[in-house]
């Protein structure tokens, strides 16, 4: 959380009522950490690798590796496929 200043707490404030319906404390949130088990981290990764990637380029674009080659080097966890192709070297 930051919550440096006034304005920046007023915002997170109104982001949890808004979202929660009230506002959460920070105990509440570390209470919601410790609850975490191995299970629950397998199960979100499960959801992240098998979901398409969201992937997003800024400036020069000419060597960016198409969405289909970044796709495979995520479905077969070989980077090194990417050091082949024109985006040079990782």
């Known amino acids: 959380m930051n919550l440096e200043t006034r304005p920046v707490m007023f ?3 109104a982001r ?3 979202g ?3 506002r959460r404390t920070p105990m509440e949130y570390v209470e919601q ?3 975490i088990q ?4 397998h199960r979100v990764v499960e959801r992240m690798l098998c ?4 992937v ?5 674009l000419a060597k960016l590796p198409s969405y289909e080659q970044i796709d495979r080097v995520i479905a077969t966890r070989d980077i090194k496929q990417l050091s082949k192709s024109r985006f040079g070297r990782l």
């Open 11 to 13: 915002e997170d404030v």
């Open 16 to 18: 949890q009522v808004l």
């Open 20 to 22: 929660h319906g009230y």
């Open 33 to 35: 950490i410790k609850r």
């Open 38 to 41: 191995e299970k629950d981290i």
């Open 51 to 54: 979901s398409k990637a969201a």
């Open 56 to 60: 997003v380029g800024y400036g020069n």
